[in-house]
C-alpha cells in the first residue's frame, strides 16, 4: 500500500512539473503563429459580419427615407390642394358679387386657376417622388 501510494506520488509529481517546463523556441514559435493566425481569422470573420449587419441596416434605413419623402410629397401635394381649393372658394364668393359676363368669366378665371394649381401640385409631388 505505501509503495502503490509513492508511485502515484511520484507519477503526479512528474505529471505536474511537466507542466511548467519551457518549450523549445521553435515550438513556441509554431504556437505564436498558430495563435496569431487563429486570432486574425477571427477579426476577420468579425468584421465581415459587421460590414454584413451595416449593410442590412443601411438598406433598411434608405427604405424608411425613401418612404418617408413619398409621404412628404403626398402631403405637400394635398396641402396645396386644399389651399388651391380654398382659394376657388373665395374666388367664386367674390364673382357671385358680379353680374353677367363679368361673372361667368370671373367663375371661368376661378375654375382655371384651381386646374393649374393642382396641376402643379400634382407635378412638384410626382417629382418629388422616388
Known amino acids: 500500500m505505501l509503495r502503490s501510494l ?6 503526479s509529481f512528474v505529471l505536474v512539473s511537466g507542466c511548467n517546463n519551457a ?36 438598406g433598411k434605413v434608405e427604405d424608411k427615407v425613401v418612404a418617408f419623402n413619398n409621404t412628404a410629397a403626398k402631403d405637400a401635394y394635398n396641402r396645396a390642394v386644399a389651399q388651391a381649393d380654398g382659394d376657388r372658394k373665395v374666388a367664386l364668393a367674390k364673382c357671385s358679387a358680379l353680374g353677367g359676363d363679368d361673372q361667368k368669366r370671373c367663375k371661368e ?6 386646374d393649374a394649381a393642382k396641376a402643379s401640385a ?7 417622388k422616388q
Open 6 to 11: 509513492m508511485s502515484a506520488i511520484t507519477v
Open 23 to 58: 518549450k523549445s523556441p521553435d515550438a513556441a514559435a509554431k504556437e505564436v503563429a498558430r495563435a496569431e493566425q487563429k486570432a486574425d481569422a477571427e477579426v476577420s470573420k468579425t468584421e465581415e459580419s459587421a460590414s454584413n449587419d451595416l449593410g442590412t441596416a443601411a
Open 109 to 114: 378665371q376661378a375654375d382655371a386657376n384651381y
Open 122 to 128: 400634382k407635378a412638384t409631388a410626382q417629382s418629388e
